[in-house]
């Protein structure tokens, strides 16, 4: 993903194609979880699916992230004490599950999906390899604010940030790491709530949500 000239997205407003060629959504396994305090909601499930399946028509190549919140928060109490890589892997495998119950859904409305895992179960999903990864794409939260505004309901919320800033404020968009390499390859980080219609209003050129870019005078 790119940050597109204004041109580009003002042509795609108005035709409501979409302004990206790729993109990696990223979802976190709260967001399975529905009104639930844990687990996974079949509706919501079926509700995210229908709309990465709208947005995968529209030609944008479509790669997908979960997280396991959803599923390691009901576990958090049996991990205290955990040996960390124990610990590490156990959230692994719940992303595993989080993946193969978002394929269902997905692959109930016709789409095709692969699941990649790092950690091997080769009778569920493909071991992660880049070039195949590449292949099988190529084949077919509100915001960002500067407190949990579930806490503090006069958090400033923050429309533009660079990749920089989000680090160095300590912003819970996510890892440090994974801010870095999208900093260091330029890469844009939508942030957005997963309303209906969200997707796509994003790759169509609405900015809605909180857009992480860094300007060019920044690159490195």
Known sequence: ???????????????????FRRILLKLSGESLMGDQEYGMDRATIDAIA???????????????VVGAGN?????????????RATADYSG???????????QDALEDRGADTRVLSALEVKEVAEPYIRRRAIRHLEK?????????????????????????EAIERGLKVMDTT??????????PIYVFALADGNIRRVITGERIGTIISTPAKEER
């Open 1 to 19: 993903m790119t940050v597109q000239p204004e041109e580009v997205v003002a042509e795609a407003k108005r035709s409501g194609s979409p302004v």
């Open 50 to 64: 229908e709309e990465i399946v709208d947005v995968q028509a529209s030609g944008v190549e479509t790669g997908i």
């Open 71 to 83: 599923i390691y928060r009901g576990m958090s109490a049996a991990a205290e004490g955990m040996d």
């Open 92 to 102: 692994m495998l719940a992303t595993v599950l989080n993946s193969l119950a978002l």
């Open 140 to 164: 077919g939260t509100a915001g960002v604010y500067g407190n949990d505004p579930r806490v503090d309901p006069d958090a400033e919320f923050l429309p533009e940030l660079t990749h920089r």
């Open 178 to 187: 994974a801010l870095s390499l999208c900093m260091d390859n330029n890469l």
